[in-house]
C-alpha cells in the first residue's frame, strides 16, 4: 500500500529514504557535470569543439529519448528501475577510473560513458518525478515536491564547488570514483524502501508510438497542462537565451571575471530560497493560484538586469536574479505537484516525460536566439528583449482555468476541457 503519512512528509521512513537517494544522487551528479569537463582537459588535452560535444552529450538524452523512456517506464515498477540506473551510474564512473589507471581512456570512451550517464540520468528523473506520489500519496506532494526541488538546489550550489575541490585534492578521475560511491549509496536507500508498488496494468498491445502520443495528447488536451507546457517552454527558451549572454554582458559592462561569478552564483541560492518557500506561500495564496501568481508577481524583476551597472548598479542584477529565479522554482515546484495530482498514475510517466520534451526541448533553440539576437540588437537591448518576453510568459496560465480557482483539489476533483477526471477506475491498479 502506499504510505500516507498523516502529520507531513517528514514523518514517511519511506519519503526520508527516497529523500536522502535523490541527496547524494543529486550531488553526484552536479559533482560529474563539473569533473567530466576536468578530465577532458586535464588528461585528454580537449578541444573547445570537444568539450562542447561533452557538454552537448551530457544534455541532450532529454530530446533524444525522454519520450520513449516515459512509454518503457509505464510498462514497469519504477523503484527497481531507480535502482537500477544508479548501479548502472556507478558502473560507468569506475569504467572511466579504471581506463584512466590503466593508461587507456580516450575521447569516445568519456563520450561514451557520458551518453550512458545522461541516459541513466532521464530514466532516473522522470522515474523519480512519477515515483513520489506512490511513496509520499497525493496529499502531501507540494511539500515532498518541495524537500525534492531543496535538495537539487543545494546540489547545484556545493556541486560545482565540491568537485573542483576534489578534483585538486584527489585528481579529476579518484572524483568520479567518489560519485560512483554517491549512486552505490543511493541506490543502498532506494532498497529499503517498503512501499509496495503495484504492477503496471497494461491494456492492449499498442507500440512505443502510440503510447507516446497519448502521454502527448494528454497534454494538448488538458488546458491547463497545456499552458503550463507553453509558459514553461517559453520561459526556457527565454532563461537560455539569457544565459548564454549573461557572462559576456557582465565582463563589457566592467566586471572582473571574480566578481561576475559571484554575481552568477545568486541564481541556485535564489533556487534554493524559492523551494523552502513554496509551501507556505502554496498555503497562503492557494496551490492553484500560486501557479501562476508567483510568474506574475516575480517575473517583471527579469526587467532589472539590463540596467545592471558597476558598483551599486550591480544591485539591479542581484535584485533580478534572486527574485526572478525564486518565483520560477515556486511555479516549478507548484505546476509539478498540480500533474502528479491529476494525470492518472498508468499515464504519468509518459505526461512526465512528453512534458520535459517540450519544456527542455526549447532550451537548445534559446542558446542559438541568444547569440542571434545578441549580435543583431547587442546584449543589453537583447536582455530587455528578453525581459519583457518573460514578463508575459504567464499570459496562458491567467487564460487558463487556473485563474478562476484557488486550490489544486478543486481542479483535481473535476474533468478539465477534454481531458479525463482522476477516478478510481481512470487510474493504475
Request: charged share 15%; aromatic share 4%; with cysteine.
Amino acid at each position: 500500500m502506499t504510505a500516507r503519512p498523516q502529520d507531513g512528509p517528514w514523518r514517511s521512513r519511506d519519503f526520508r529514504l527516497l529523500v536522502a537517494g535523490q541527496t547524494v544522487t543529486q550531488l553526484g551528479t552536479d559533482v560529474t557535470t563539473l569533473a567530466f569537463p576536468l578530465v577532458a582537459v586535464l588528461l585528454l588535452d580537449a578541444t573547445p569543439w570537444q568539450l562542447g560535444l561533452l557538454v552537448a552529450v551530457q544534455n541532450g538524452a532529454f530530446l533524444l529519448v525522454g519520450v520513449p523512456a516515459g512509454v518503457w517506464l509505464d510498462r514497469r515498477r519504477l523503484r527497481p528501475v531507480l535502482i537500477a540506473s544508479d548501479l548502472v551510474r556507478c558502473a560507468a564512473l569506475v569504467t572511466v577510473t579504471a581506463a584512466a589507471a590503466l593508461s587507456r581512456l580516450s575521447l569516445p570512451l568519456l563520450l561514451a560513458v557520458a551518453g550512458v550517464m545522461a541516459v541513466m540520468r532521464v530514466l532516473y528523473d522522470i522515474g523519480h518525478q512519477s515515483y513520489l506520489p506512490m511513496v509520499l500519496g497525493r496529499r502531501h506532494l507540494l511539500r515532498g515536491n518541495s524537500a525534492v526541488e531543496t535538495v537539487r538546489s543545494s546540489g547545484q550550489i556545493a556541486g560545482p564547488g565540491l568537485g573542483g575541490w576534489l578534483t585538486q585534492l584527489v585528481g579529476a578521475t579518484n572524483t568520479l570514483l567518489v560519485d560512483a560511491v554517491s549512486f552505490l549509496l543511493s541506490a543502498a536507500c532506494l532498497a529499503r524502501i517498503r512501499t509496495r508498488e503495484p504492477a503496471p496494468r497494461r491494456t492492449g498491445r499498442s507500440g512505443v508510438v502510440s503510447e507516446a502520443r497519448d502521454g502527448l495528447a494528454f497534454v494538448l488536451a488538458h488546458p491547463v497542462l497545456r499552458a503550463i507546457a507553453a509558459t514553461s517552454a517559453w520561459s526556457n527558451l527565454l532563461f537560455t537565451a539569457a544565459t548564454a549572454l549573461l557572462v559576456l554582458f557582465l565582463v563589457d559592462t566592467g566586471f572582473a571575471p571574480g566578481t561576475a561569478g559571484m554575481l552568477l552564483s545568486t541564481a541556485p541560492a535564489a533556487a534554493l530560497l524559492g523551494a523552502a518557500t513554496a509551501t507556505r506561500l502554496a498555503r497562503r495564496v492557494g496551490s492553484a493560484r500560486v501557479i501562476w501568481l508567483s510568474l506574475v508577481v516575480t517575473s517583471p524583476a527579469n526587467l532589472l538586469i539590463p540596467l545592471t551597472r558597476p558598483g551599486w548598479g550591480a544591485v539591479a542584477f542581484v535584485a533580478g536574479i534572486v527574485v526572478g529565479g525564486i518565483g520560477q522554482v515556486v511555479y516549478g515546484i507548484a505546476q509539478v505537484t498540480y500533474r502528479q495530482t491529476v494525470v492518472p498514475d498508468r499515464l504519468l510517466c509518459r505526461v512526465n516525460a512528453s512534458m520535459r520534451f517540450l519544456v527542455m526541448g526549447a532550451m537548445p533553440l534559446g542558446g542559438l536566439l541568444g547569440g542571434v539576437l545578441g549580435d543583431a540588437l547587442g546584449v543589453r537591448t537583447t536582455l530587455l528583449v528578453i525581459g519583457v518576453g518573460l514578463t508575459l510568459a504567464p499570459v496562458p496560465l491567467l487564460l487558463s482555468p487556473l485563474r478562476r480557482v484557488r486550490d489544486l483539489d478543486e481542479l483535481a476533483s473535476r474533468p478539465v476541457g477534454g481531458a479525463p477526471p482522476v477516478t478510481t477506475a481512470s487510474m493504475g491498479s
